[in-house]
């Protein structure tokens, strides 16, 4: 059975940290590329991060792409032993309050993780 279960958020204040993590199962981790995508509320979805899977040579724009809105604070990274995906996050800003979803491919989602950037 396929699972992708996230982890790390919570309440912080702006400027600081947090790290994310996504342990999946239930499928062959290291051939799938890893995404994160957010929901703030009353929003759409929005994609964060990816992180290329090691087959895929073809990275016309590297491993590792982001956002917009998140690029140069957020950084995706990968561990193929144990399964997971992380999203680091620094300099949060009210504006990353969203509930956090990783994504295998196009096919497998997780439950989310709710993310608050409050003072």
């Known amino acids: 059975q396929v699972q992708l279960v996230e982890s790390g958020g919570g309440l912080v204040q702006p400027g600081e940290s947090l790290r994310l993590s996504c342990v999946a199962s239930g499928f062959t981790f290291s051939s799938y590329t890893m995404r994160w995508v957010r929901q703030a509320p009353g929003k759409g979805l929005e994609w964060v991060a990816d992180i290329k899977n090691l087959d895929d040579q073809t990275w016309p724009g590297g491993r590792t792409n982001y956002g917009d809105s998140v690029k140069g604070r957020f950084t995706i990274s990968r561990d193929n032993a144990k399964n997971t995906v992380y999203l680091q996050m620094s300099s949060l800003k009210p504006e990353d309050t969203a509930v956090y979803y990783c994504?295998?491919?196009?096919?497998?989602w997780g439950q989310g993780t709710q993310v608050t950037v409050s003072s």
């Open positions: 994504k295998a491919g196009a096919t497998y």
